[in-house]
């Protein structure tokens, strides 16, 4: 967005600095200015100069040789415009001319004929529409003269403003607002041009007269204030030439003094408007209402938009006359005969009008304002100035009635309390109290002062969207001031440790042990899977009530019911690459609950894999010492359980014979087990592999009570002794291994541990024993351990175990 600081002028005095001085200062205060431009200097480069000779060039059949004089000195350009005439005052661009584009003049022979510069058209000054040939100037037009200063243009500064930095700030699109934030960084006072005299005088031109034009808004629309002025004796033309240039300075074209009107006063005050050929307003009526079915609107720009139903219209009694907030419709343009208007100010809701302009693909001046959330308290100061412009541009001009108002909002001030020294310190800097009472009110705030504390009344239009609370405040002064003055500082803040919650202590401990001591690593997989991989597993419990509404892909459509579908996943990415692995995850699973909608669980999912032999008794071990380390009492029941939440009931993979029942404080709440072949296929899967589900929800927050024993090292050694013994293939390992420890009724045996467990046919099975014997008193003799392993061998037997020969 263009700011002219010509037009900044009309209401504040800046002091006298270089521009891009005066933009540096802007930015640090207000919003950035990304470029800084000066108008006029083209104009003030090229000279009014009379055509005194004009040669065919040798070398072309439409070029000319034209000579020319300046009153000083005589010059030569090659030419080929067809209006090129003997004694006619024409606009000379010397060498070194740069013309908007970037397109700079240089010595340049044309078919081989230097050229010393450039005659000019209108279109290539921006002074007109005309290219047909030179622009022609009238023959008292003094030689030498710039062209700039011929037409009365005025030399401009415009500050080229960064839309983003100002989308928090409905008030500063216009120029109006952006005069106060000068006045304010700069120190200086603002003029308002707009008080209640001002007001007065436009309200003595209105009469007692009925309204011509009546005003109904449907609650259901995106309406937040409807205003409208009935005019009459309008006639068309032209607008001045200062009006013209501020403008076209802007980025806007001129097209004739009623529709410059119109985005004059939106660049002034920063509200959108519309006025309206009164003629088109069939009814005598204004109606905004939803647009009710589908249906085809021809905007102004001639284009055929396809509405929908909930589209919010600005309609006369038979039919719609534009989109609310975006754009007017092409039958309501006032038009060369137009000589009864009818002005408008309305206001809408930000988000509904930005969403209509989206799908339609339309983006407006206006609705760049309208989405910025504006204050419908602005709407009749901004009727009243149209209505000014209007009769200055056509003074025979009456206004029928008065000012007509709908749906206009109750307004009720924000009042903001604050202490000044809450400023200083937040902001780090002492500022007298004094001096952040008038940055307050130079800003449009109103300020009751008692003691230290001031109660701060925000402006209309900076509460619809900008400030909400003390922290507002403080930073308007912060930035007024200059955030470059203030001296920075490390904030004093005491760091205080923080206690790690149970759950915290528990997963790092889970993590520490599953890293360091069960030697797997650590993956995380998505919670959010597909119907495909739920099925790819059997996994019969969809979450069809936990499917998103904006899923990025099918594949990740619904929050995981649980981590065993993911890991399955991941397990087949890796048996491709490895032989083998053991990694785990730390997550979540969801459960659909009609009540609550949905349980979030906290589970470890483990999985070992090899290719070559069963990993089964690892994954268990590995359990096993877990639990321990956690010091959770728990028992590990082979086989499977109906009550087991962690996989549904008759899932299919579920191996017959290994697996393992997890019970903590009496209830089920873990899994181990090696994963069915049938499974395994699906995904591909050529090995043995075994997962370990723990669910620790329920017990993740209570403190486990450390149940460790520390005593001296050893020192005298222990003996190892192992045996492989016969069992019955349904025999469950923990009831040989129960045998042993209950026949054994010896002090000096450690532990005993499974090592290895052989299927020697379908009725037969070799389960390989490791048992450990010290004294911490002595080293065990010879004779001693030949004992015991004799021992363990008959207790063996006697259970029905003999030693495999």
Same mark, same amino acid.
């Given at each position: 967005?263009?700011?002219?600081?010509?037009? +900044?002028?009309?209401?504040?005095?800046?002091?006298?600095?270089?521009?891009?001085?005066?933009?540096?200062?802007?930015?640090?205060?207000?919003?950035?200015?990304?470029?800084?431009?000066?108008?006029?200097?083209?104009?003030?480069?090229?000279?009014?100069?009379?055509?005194?000779?004009?040669?065919?060039?040798?070398?072309?059949?439409?070029?000319?040789?034209?000579?020319?004089?300046?009153?000083?000195?005589?010059?030569?350009? *090659?030419?080929?415009?067809? %209006?090129?005439? *003997?004694?006619?005052?024409?606009?000379?661009?010397?060498?070194?001319?740069?013309?908007?584009?970037?397109?700079?003049?240089?010595?340049?022979?044309?078919?081989?004929?230097?050229?010393?510069?450039?005659?000019?058209?209108?279109?290539?000054?921006?002074?007109?529409?005309?290219?047909?040939?030179?622009?022609?100037?009238?023959?008292?037009?003094?030689?030498?003269?710039?062209?700039?200063?011929?037409?009365?243009?005025?030399?401009?500064?415009?500050?080229?403003?960064?839309?983003?930095?100002?989308?928090?700030?409905?008030?500063?699109?216009?120029?109006?607002?952006?005069?106060?934030?000068?006045?304010?960084?700069?120190?200086?006072?603002?003029? %308002?041009?707009?008080?209640?005299?001002?007001?007065?005088?436009?309200?003595?031109?209105?009469?007692?007269?009925?309204? !011509?034009?009546?005003?109904?808004?449907?609650?259901?629309?995106? $309406?937040?204030?409807?205003?409208?002025?009935?005019?009459?004796?309008?006639?068309?033309?032209?607008? @001045?030439?200062?009006?013209?240039?501020?403008?076209?300075?802007?980025?806007?074209?001129? &097209?004739? %003094?009623?529709?410059?009107?119109? $985005? #004059?006063?939106?660049?002034?005050?920063?509200? !959108?408007?519309?006025?309206?050929?009164?003629?088109?307003?069939?009814?005598?009526?204004?109606?905004?209402?939803?647009?009710?079915?589908?249906?085809?609107?021809?905007?102004?720009?001639?284009?055929?938009?396809?509405?929908?139903?909930?589209?919010?219209?600005?309609?006369?009694?038979?039919?719609?006359?534009?989109?609310?907030?975006?754009?007017?419709?092409?039958?309501?343009?006032?038009?060369?005969?137009?000589?009864?208007?009818?002005?408008?100010?309305?206001?809408?809701?930000?988000?509904?009008?930005?969403?209509?302009?989206?799908?339609?693909?339309?983006?407006?001046?206006?609705?760049?304002?309208?989405?910025?959330?504006?204050?419908?308290?602005?709407?009749?100061?901004?009727?009243?100035?149209?209505?000014?412009?209007?009769?200055?541009?056509? @003074?025979?001009?009456?206004?029928?009635?008065?000012?007509?108002?709908?749906?206009?909002?109750?307004?009720?001030?924000?009042?903001?309390?604050?202490?000044?020294?809450?400023?200083?310190? *937040?902001?780090?800097?002492?500022?007298?109290?004094?001096? +952040?009472?008038?940055?307050?009110?130079?800003?449009?705030?109103?300020?009751?002062?008692?003691?230290?504390?001031?109660?701060?009344?925000?402006?209309? #239009?900076?509460?619809?969207?900008?400030?909400?609370?003390?922290?507002?405040?403080? =930073?308007?002064?912060?930035?007024?001031?200059?955030?470059?003055?203030?001296?920075?500082?490390? !904030?004093?803040?005491?760091?205080?440790?923080?206690?790690?919650?149970?759950?915290?202590?528990?997963?790092?401990?889970?993590?520490?042990?599953?890293?360091?001591?069960?030697?797997?690593?650590?993956?995380?997989?998505?919670?959010?899977?597909?119907?495909?991989?739920?099925?790819?597993?059997?996994?019969?419990?969809?979450?069809?009530?936990?499917?998103?509404?904006?899923?990025?892909?099918?594949?990740?459509?619904?929050?995981? @019911?649980?981590?065993?579908?993911?890991?399955?996943?991941?397990?087949?990415?890796?048996?491709?690459?490895?032989?083998?692995?053991?990694?785990?995850?730390?997550?979540?699973?969801?459960?659909?609950?009609?009540?609550?909608?949905?349980?979030?669980?906290?589970?470890?999912?483990?999985?070992?894999?090899?290719?070559?032999?069963?990993?089964?008794?690892?994954?268990?071990?590995?359990?096993?010492?877990?639990?321990?380390?956690?010091? &959770?009492?728990?028992?590990?029941? !082979?086989?499977?359980?109906?009550?087991?939440?962690?996989?549904?009931?008759?899932?299919?993979?579920?191996?017959?014979?290994?697996?393992?029942?997890?019970?903590?404080?009496?209830?089920?709440?873990?899994?181990?087990?090696?994963?069915?072949?049938? *499974?395994?296929?699906?995904?591909?899967?050529?090995?043995?592999?075994?997962?370990?589900?723990?669910?620790?929800?329920?017990?993740? $927050?209570?403190?486990?009570?450390?149940?460790?024993?520390?005593? @001296?090292?050893?020192?005298?050694?222990?003996? &190892?002794?192992?045996?492989?013994?016969?069992?019955?293939?349904?025999?469950?390992?923990?009831?040989?291994?129960?045998?042993?420890?209950?026949?054994?009724?010896?002090?000096?045996?450690?532990?005993?541990?499974?090592?290895?467990?052989?299927?020697?046919? =379908?009725?037969?099975?070799?389960?390989?024993?490791?048992?450990?014997?010290?004294?911490?008193?002595?080293?065990?003799?010879? =004779?001693?351990?030949?004992?015991?392993?004799?021992?363990?061998?008959?207790?063996?037997?006697?259970?029905?175990?003999?030693?495999?020969?």
């Amino acid at each position: 967005m263009y700011i002219s600081i010509d037009w +900044i002028k009309d209401f504040v005095e800046l002091p006298d600095m270089e521009p891009n001085k005066l933009a540096e200062r802007f930015t640090m205060a207000t919003c950035e200015v990304e470029d800084v431009l000066t108008t006029g200097e083209l104009l003030d480069r090229v000279r009014i100069v009379e055509i005194t000779e004009i040669e065919d060039h040798p070398d072309s059949d439409h070029l000319h040789l034209v000579k020319f004089t300046d009153g000083k000195e005589e010059k030569q350009v *090659v030419c080929g415009a067809p %209006n090129v005439e *003997v004694g006619k005052k024409v606009p000379f661009a010397p060498l070194g001319t740069t013309f908007p584009g970037g397109f700079t003049l240089v010595p340049k022979k044309i078919r081989g004929v230097m050229s010393e510069g450039m005659l000019c058209s209108e279109t290539e000054l921006e002074i007109g529409t005309d290219d047909s040939g030179l622009k022609i100037f009238e023959t008292g037009a003094p030689l030498g003269q710039s062209v700039g200063e011929y037409v009365g243009q005025k030399k401009d500064i415009l500050l080229d403003i960064d839309n983003k930095s100002i989308t928090h700030r409905p008030d500063l699109w216009g120029h109006y607002g952006m005069a106060r934030e000068f006045a304010a960084v700069f120190g200086n006072p603002l003029k %308002n041009p707009f008080d209640s005299a001002w007001e007065e005088k436009i309200r003595s031109w209105m009469s007692d007269e009925k309204a !011509p034009v009546s005003i109904t808004v449907d609650p259901d629309s995106a $309406n937040l204030g409807f205003t409208g002025l009935s005019m009459d004796n309008i006639t068309i033309k032209p607008s @001045p030439q200062w009006m013209q240039d501020r403008l076209n300075a802007c980025g806007m074209r001129p &097209i004739n %003094n009623i529709v410059d009107i119109s $985005n #004059y006063v939106m660049l002034e005050l920063g509200i !959108p408007n519309h006025i309206f050929d009164r003629d088109t307003i069939r009814g005598g009526q204004i109606i905004v209402r939803r647009a009710g079915e589908d249906k085809e609107f021809t905007t102004l720009d001639e284009v055929k938009r396809d509405l929908l139903p909930s589209d919010t219209m600005v309609c006369d009694a038979e039919g719609p006359s534009g989109i609310a907030g975006i754009m007017g419709g092409l039958d309501s343009a006032v038009a060369d005969t137009t000589s009864r208007i009818f002005l408008e100010a309305a206001n809408w809701r930000d988000a509904e009008v930005r969403r209509t302009a989206t799908r339609l693909g339309l983006r407006t001046d206006a609705l760049q304002r309208y989405e910025k959330s504006l204050d419908s308290q602005l709407l009749e100061r901004t009727l009243l100035r149209l209505a000014e412009l209007v009769k200055e541009s056509c @003074p025979e001009a009456v206004i029928k009635g008065q000012v007509v108002k709908a749906n206009m909002p109750a307004y009720t001030p924000l009042v903001i309390d604050v202490k000044a020294s809450r400023i200083c310190q *937040v902001l780090g800097k002492a500022i007298d109290t004094p001096e +952040i009472v008038r940055i307050l009110e130079a800003l449009d705030y109103s300020v009751a002062l008692e003691g230290d504390q001031m109660s701060v009344t925000v402006p209309s #239009y900076r509460s619809t969207k900008d400030i909400e609370c003390d922290a507002d405040i403080i =930073e308007e002064i912060g930035r007024v001031i200059g955030y470059d003055n203030i001296t920075p500082a490390a !904030p004093l803040n005491e760091v205080n440790a923080v206690r790690l919650s149970e759950a915290k202590v528990m997963s790092r401990k889970i993590l520490d042990f599953m890293v360091n001591r069960a030697g797997a690593l650590e993956v995380m997989t998505y919670p959010m899977v597909g119907d495909k991989l739920l099925d790819q597993a059997f996994w019969p419990v969809k979450n069809e009530t936990l499917i998103l509404a904006n899923a990025m892909s099918p594949e990740s459509d619904r929050m995981r @019911p649980s981590l065993i579908p993911s890991l399955l996943q991941a397990a087949a990415l890796n048996q491709k690459t490895y032989s083998s692995f053991r990694f785990f995850e730390l997550g979540r699973s969801f459960q659909e609950d009609e009540k609550d909608f949905c349980h979030e669980r906290y589970q470890l999912g483990v999985v070992y894999f090899d290719k070559k032999k069963s990993p089964f008794l690892e994954a268990a071990n590995g359990m096993e010492e877990l639990m321990n380390s956690l010091n &959770i009492p728990f028992r590990m029941v !082979p086989g499977t359980n109906d009550k087991n939440t962690l996989y549904p009931e008759g899932w299919e993979g579920l191996h017959p014979y290994e697996s393992m029942d997890v019970q903590i404080m009496g209830r089920s709440r873990g899994y181990i087990g090696t994963v069915h072949p049938l *499974v395994c296929r699906n995904f591909k899967i050529k090995g043995q592999l075994v997962m370990a589900v723990l669910d620790i929800s329920d017990f993740q $927050n209570q403190r486990m009570k450390d149940k460790t024993k520390y005593q @001296p090292l050893d020192r005298f050694p222990s003996s &190892i002794f192992d045996c492989t013994v016969v069992a019955d293939a349904h025999t469950p390992v923990e009831d040989v291994v129960a045998v042993l420890k209950k026949g054994m009724k010896m002090k000096e045996l450690d532990w005993v541990k499974v090592v290895d467990v052989f299927t020697m046919s =379908e009725t037969q099975k070799s389960v390989t024993l490791r048992s450990s014997f010290k004294d911490a008193e002595k080293t065990l003799s010879g =004779e001693f351990i030949r004992q015991a392993e004799d021992k363990v061998i008959a207790v063996l037997e006697k259970g029905g175990f003999p030693l495999k020969v």
